[in-house]
């Protein structure tokens, strides 16, 4: 596989690190310390073409490969890894599906807005008795003429608040297991849908996470994605690309936790030397240098498969699991080299511990990312050998 850069890779890099470092760094302590959203950024950025970058240009897409959306979130999120996630929910979880499953009509009225920024989009998929069984949906969705009557609720909302559109994930045949789940899009707004209070979280606060009630909804025949039955399977396809999306936050993360780190050891002294002198401080660095590039090469091999047409589910999850993990393991070196600072708001590493937790987390936790990897390669190893 060729890893090698190309000139579109650089030009989203360079925009968004500049973005980033010029508009996002000023503020980001003061959001994350006061729960404050980000939404005049957002709009910057959507207008910079970040909202639908792998998307064809005929639905408003800036029709760039996969590397270069992975390069743009890791960018994004050295700097606010809630900027970063706001946007890969939007591009993998609800213009994605829209774009893999929608019909004509449902792209025109939904995925161009998404692709343009003019709307910003959300998933909804847990529940209070559903997280990582993501089988065990009570949501509904009963059709009534032209409208399914949706009732239930979702939990850890993403832009649960702001976001205007969501893929929805609900229950029409409780008699079918998962093939009896279906996908719905839904408006924010539609008469019976109630963003709850926010959640008060430990990291990624400048997110807008809420939970959403369903209490005889009225959504529209017409906004079924896909058929039903094939909500589980939509919901798949979102997540695989979304894991992508989180690898790369993590991966945003990680450097970020290395840079500070590399910063701090050339200006602190301890004993009389700069921390760079010492070996016990080299091998850390060393280490975190090691394990993120080995992360990013896992992450860009998962986003050429994707970009190839290949099935990328292995390597999505592989590509989440080890980018997350090295994210919280990196961000707990650097408090670690900023010694009692590190554990003070003075600096940001004690920010991107908070922040790297949550990518361990969600769309879907390491456990459930090692299952994943487990059964496609039990499943590899039966095809080979009969």
């Known amino acids: 596989m060729d890893f090698t850069y190309t000139e579109e890779n650089e030009l989203i890099r360079q925009t968004a690190r500049e973005f980033a470092k010029e508009k996002l760094a000023p503020g980001v302590a003061e959001r994350d310390k006061n729960m404050i959203y980000p939404g005049e950024y957002l709009k910057e950025l959507a207008e910079l073409g970040f909202y639908g970058i792998f998307f064809p240009e005929e639905y408003g897409g800036a029709a760039m490969d996969s590397v270069s959306y992975c390069i743009a979130i890791e960018e994004l999120s050295k700097v606010d890894a809630s900027v970063g996630v706001i946007i890969s929910v939007t591009n993998s979880l609800t213009a994605y599906p829209i774009f893999k499953f929608g019909n004509e009509e449902q792209k025109q009225k939904f995925l161009i807005p998404l692709c343009s920024g003019n709307k910003l989009g959300g998933f909804c998929l847990t529940e209070p008795g559903a997280g990582s069984d993501a089988g065990a949906q009570t949501t509904t969705a009963v059709l009534d003429g032209d409208h399914y009557i949706v009732n239930g609720a979702k939990h850890f909302v993403t832009s649960g608040k702001n976001g205007d559109m969501f893929v929805v994930t609900v229950v029409t045949d409780k008699s079918a297991g ?3 789940t279906s996908s719905l899009i839904i408006e924010q707004g539609t008469p019976g849908m109630t963003p709850q209070p926010p959640e008060h979280k430990l990291g990624i606060r400048g997110t807008d996470t809420h939970a959403i009630t369903f209490e005889d909804c009225r959504v529209p025949a017409a906004n079924l994605l896909g058929k039903e039955g094939e909500g589980f399977k939509i919901a798949l396809t979102a997540l695989d690309s979304a894991r992508m999306g989180v690898a790369s936050q993590a ?16 200006e602190r002294q301890q004993f009389g030397k700069y921390l760079k002198s010492f070996q016990a401080i080299q091998f850390k660095l060393a280490d975190m240098e090691t394990r993120i590039n080995a992360a990013r090469l896992l992450l860009y091999q998962s986003a050429l498969k994707k970009d190839s047409g290949q099935r990328y589910s292995k390597e ?6 080890y980018c997350s993990e ?4 990196a961000a707990t070196q650097a408090v670690q080299i900023f010694g009692g600072y590190g554990y003070t708001t003075e600096y940001p590493v004690e920010r991107f511990m908070r922040d790297a937790k949550i990518t361990e987390i969600y769309e879907g936790t390491s456990e459930i990312q090692r299952i994943v990897i487990a059964a496609n390669l039990l499943g590899e190893w039966a095809k080979a050998h009969g």
Do not use: E, N, P
């Open 316 to 321: 999505a999850a592989m590509a989440k699991v």
């Open 251 to 266: 991966l945003g993360i990680a450097q970020a936790s290395l840079d500070a780190s590399l910063d701090y050891v050339h």
């Open 326 to 329: 090295t994210a919280m393991w």
């Open 178 to 180: 998962i093939k009896g």
